[in-house]
């Protein structure tokens, strides 16, 4: 079992930059691939990046490549997802997963434990 709380989120203008974090505990962290999803309202919650258990290997979605960027600290059991050139569509409530599983995944239904999210809202 691992519980997950994210933090960092709120309210910047277009162009800014947030850095959310993820805490961990109850479980070894170094042993979970660690994920970030979001999801708007009315959509479906979709990938945003996930890191694997090293850190060594990084995946993201398209719409956030270049812009996102996901690093954990195993020492401190967080994961971590900076987020710069904001734009308004990456307004969405940011959730943080765990997985016991050895490999990146990009499915939702594939990650094992949830945080309850946090708030980002990006305004034009």
């Known amino acids: 079992q691992v519980q997950l709380v994210e933090s960092g989120g709120g309210l910047v203008q277009a162009g800014g930059s947030l850095r959310l974090s993820c805490a961990a505990s109850?479980?070894?962290?170094?042993?979970?691939?660690m994920g970030w999803f979001r999801q708007a309202p009315g959509k479906e919650r979709e990938f945003v990046a996930a890191i694997s258990w090293s850190g060594a290997t990084t995946s993201y979605a398209d719409s956030v490549k270049g812009r996102f960027t996901i690093s954990r600290d195993n020492a401190k059991n967080t994961v971590y997802v900076q987020m710069n050139s904001l734009k308004p569509e990456d307004t969405a409530v940011y959730y943080c997963?765990?997985?016991?599983?050895?490999?990146?995944?990009?499915?939702?239904?594939?990650?094992?434990?949830w945080g309850q999210g946090t708030q980002v809202t990006v305004s034009s």
């Open positions: 997963a765990a997985t016991r599983r050895s490999i990146i995944m990009a499915v939702t239904s594939l990650y094992d434990y």
């Open positions: 109850g479980s070894t962290f170094s042993r979970y691939v």
